[in-house]
């Protein structure tokens, strides 16, 4: 069985057919440097194939306060290029990665932390949450994969907002126009997100898989493109064992019947 990769800039712990993982600079607030992009990459790329579920956390008190300005150095434009598409391959290992990433957030996620954010699959905000994309103040462009993943989250106009005049969203605010999909009090976000994550992994792994995997693209696509994939995806998911046990175990009323709990 593969481990990830060690690095010292994260916390690798497997609670089951879970993976926590923490990015640990939290004297500098977990902003990114090129060393902890590359850890991030490694280690999501070789988690163990029995990881059915991801869980993403900052250690300390914010999840990532995005780019480490004090390690910036001058870059020419093929360098800037390549350094961008350096943190897109590893941010798609999130999000096309072995499984489903539910993110922690809490204290800053700014910047690159917003981005690095964005390629989880659910994110879990605590309220000391705070948002913000200062690259505009700063003279910079986002180069993380935010200009796609943050505008199909909040839309390109909020984005702009964002961006243009430094605008700070609270946790709340970033509830509301979609950063996050659950809020819970201080220190309760590991706790939730262990939970959703253990019912993420309970799920046939097939089913998993075209959600990450495919959804997106899907979405990408043109109408009659998109359903099209979608009637194949259905069919592959559909014949997987894994499903037809849970559809067994849902036909004998022993699991999944959906009920609303206010």
């Known amino acids: 069985m593969s ?4 690095s010292p800039l994260l916390q690798v712990e497997f609670v089951g057919a879970i993976a926590q ?14 060393d902890l992009v590359k850890a991030i990459k490694n280690c999501f790329e070789s988690m163990p194939e029995t990881v059915k579920a991801i869980v993403l956390y900052g250690v300390g008190e914010h999840f990532c306060a995005g780019l480490d ?23 798609e ?5 072995r499984a489903p990433v539910v993110a922690v957030l809490h204290g800053a ?3 690159g932390g917003l981005e690095l954010a964005s390629a989880a699959h659910v994110r879990v905000a605590e309220e000391s949450s705070f948002y913000a994309l200062p690259e505009g103040k700063r003279g910079l462009f986002v180069g993380g994969g935010g200009s796609v993943r943050i505008t ?20 709340e605010e970033g509830q509301q126009i979609g950063i996050s999909h659950y809020t819970v009090g201080a220190g309760q976000g590991l706790a939730k997100a262990m939970q959703l994550a253990e019912s993420i992994a309970s799920n ?11 959804l997106p693209r899907i979405a990408d696509q043109s109408i009659h493109d998109g359903l099209a994939t979608e009637s194949l995806m259905a069919a592959v998911a ?7 046990d849970l559809l067994a175990q849902f036909l004998e009323g022993k699991k999944n019947k959906v009920k609303f709990k206010p």
Do not use: C
């Not at 290992?93 to 990665?97: A, P, S, V």
């Open 69 to 91: 300005l004090s390690e910036v150095s001058a870059h020419t434009v093929p360098e800037s290029v390549q350094h961008s598409r350096g943190w897109h391959a590893a941010f």
């Open 238 to 244: 559909q014949t997987d064992p894994a499903t037809l």
């Open 3 to 6: 481990q990830p990769a060690h």
């Open 204 to 214: 046939a792994s097939m089913t998993n898989y075209g959600v990450m995997h495919m």
């Open 109 to 111: 996620v700014v910047g």
């Open 93 to 97: 290992q999130i999000q096309f990665g």
């Open 152 to 171: 199909r989250l909040i839309g390109v106009s909020r984005m702009t907002d964002m961006m243009l005049t430094g605008r700070v969203l609270n946790a």
């Open 21 to 34: 993982v923490g990015i640990n600079r939290p004297e500098k607030r977990n902003a990114l440097n090129d």
